[in-house]
């Protein structure tokens, strides 16, 4: 089983700095990796799939980057609408996600 | 608008059963794997099982294996999830989740239900 762990656990960023986001596999999944933003009483939203391909109508302040074991999601400019939990999720293998990352702003 | 709907949750003593429904539109159902995932309160989320475009194919995480039953009708766009011996810790919010790409079996997902919850509590 791939173990995913994510960093930090709470992110508190002001409007319109840029926020960055950790996430790590236990062993290599080359660019198998997605990120999801889930808001509260919400499902997920699929943002970045391929470790750094961004699905159609996600805005473009929103990015990702990695392979291997190293994967980071990058929001460049914070935006209210942004506070949420994002997961990484690993699809090498049969799924597993992260424990999340929640952003908040400060 | 690609929108599944679950059905069938609700609260159950441990060690019985309960079957999950998922209806599907907006998508050619019948050309996507489809998943179900779950959130336990307060928790990250868990893949559950998935099934093959054409039903022929299944599998679970190791916690469910011999008691939950993924299916699926293409005839009806809809996915099911028969849960037996359930158990205090399968009490979650149940999703069910499609493939992002048809035919494909590339396990990521971009369109969720809007969750169905489970509680097993006696």
């Known amino acids: 089983e791939i173990v995913m762990t994510q960093s930090p656990a709470t992110l508190s960023v002001s409007p319109g700095e840029r926020a960055t986001l950790s996430c790590w596999a236990s062993?290599?999944?080359?660019?198998?990796l997605a990120w999801y933003q889930q808001k509260p009483g919400q499902a997920p939203r699929l943002l970045i799939y391929?470790?750094?391909t961004r699905v159609t109508g996600i805005p473009d302040r929103f990015s990702g980057s990695g392979s291997g074991t190293d994967f980071s999601l990058t929001i460049s400019s914070l935006q209210s609408e942004d506070i949420a939990v994002y997961f990484c999720?690993?699809?090498?293998?049969?799924?597993?996600f992260g424990p999340g990352t929640k952003v908040d702003i400060k | 608008q690609v929108q599944p709907v679950e059905s069938g949750g609700g609260v159950v003593q441990p060690g019985r059963s309960l079957r999950l429904s998922c209806a599907a539109s907006?998508?050619?159902?019948?050309?996507?794997?489809m998943h179900w995932v779950r959130q336990a309160p307060g928790k990250g989320l868990e893949w559950v099982a998935v099934?093959?475009?054409?039903?022929?194919?299944?599998y679970y995480v190791d916690s469910v294996k011999g008691r939950f039953t993924i299916s699926r009708d293409n005839s009806k766009n809809t996915l099911y999830l028969q849960m037996d011996s359930l158990r205090t810790e399968d009490t979650a919010v149940y999703y069910c989740?499609?493939?992002?790409?048809?035919?494909?079996?590339?396990?990521?997902?971009?369109?969720w239900g809007l969750g169905i919850p489970v509680t097993v509590s006696s």
């Open positions: 989740a499609k493939e992002f790409t048809q035919y494909a079996g590339d396990w990521f997902f971009d369109y």
């Open positions: 907006g998508f050619t159902f019948s050309n996507y794997g």
């Open positions: 099934i093959s475009y054409g039903g022929n194919t299944q």
């Open positions: 062993q290599s999944i080359s660019s198998s």
């Open positions: 391929g470790a750094s």
């Open positions: 999720q690993q699809y090498r293998e049969r799924p597993s």
